[in-house]
């Protein structure tokens, strides 16, 4: 029996960091992956997510107006499916709250991303 699933809510922003991340980081690391690399804000609510090298394993984090959250998931087999941009050179991806909850079910999103013109 698994834990229950953390509903997202749709309008959620949400960025995928394309390059891997030392899954070390916690909460200060990723806020400074998210605030200095991504160019983000972490205090305007979206929710960041990254995954490591051999993205075997992901973290995310959110501020949710009293604190930080730092969220991990490793896989005890197999890869996470990565979005890439369409445009080199970006550094993160939009993703929508459905298609964030179809990566980390281990859904290829090669085939079910939007097209390189609907990136925002």
Same mark, same amino acid.
């Given at each position: 029996?698994?834990?229950?699933?953390?509903?997202?809510?749709?309008?959620? #922003?949400? %960025? +995928?960091?394309?390059?891997? +991340?030392?899954?070390?980081?916690? %909460?200060?690391?990723?806020?400074?992956?998210?605030?200095?690399?991504?160019?983000?804000?972490?205090?305007?609510?979206?929710?960041?997510?990254?995954?490591?090298?051999?993205?075997?394993?992901?973290?995310?984090?959110? %501020?949710?107006?009293?604190?930080?959250?730092?969220?991990?998931?490793?896989?005890?087999?197999?890869?996470?499916?990565?979005?890439?941009?369409?445009?080199? =050179?970006?550094?993160? +991806?939009?993703?929508?709250?459905?298609?964030?909850?179809?990566?980390?079910?281990? +859904?290829?999103?090669?085939? =079910?991303? #939007?097209?390189?013109? %609907?990136?925002?």
């Amino acid at each position: 029996m698994g834990l229950p699933q953390v509903g997202l809510p749709e309008g959620l #922003r949400i %960025y +995928v960091a394309v390059e891997p +991340v030392d899954m070390r980081k916690q %909460y200060e690391g990723l806020w400074a992956m998210a605030s200095g690399h991504l160019g983000l804000d972490p205090k305007d609510g979206a929710l960041f997510v990254f995954t490591n090298k051999s993205r075997d394993r992901v973290k995310l984090l959110h %501020y949710d107006g009293t604190g930080v959250w730092v969220l991990a998931k490793r896989l005890e087999a197999g890869r996470f499916s990565w979005p890439v941009t369409a445009e080199g =050179g970006k550094n993160k +991806v939009v993703l929508e709250p459905s298609a964030l909850a179809l990566l980390l079910d281990g +859904v290829d999103l090669k085939r =079910g991303m #939007r097209k390189a013109w %609907y990136e925002r």
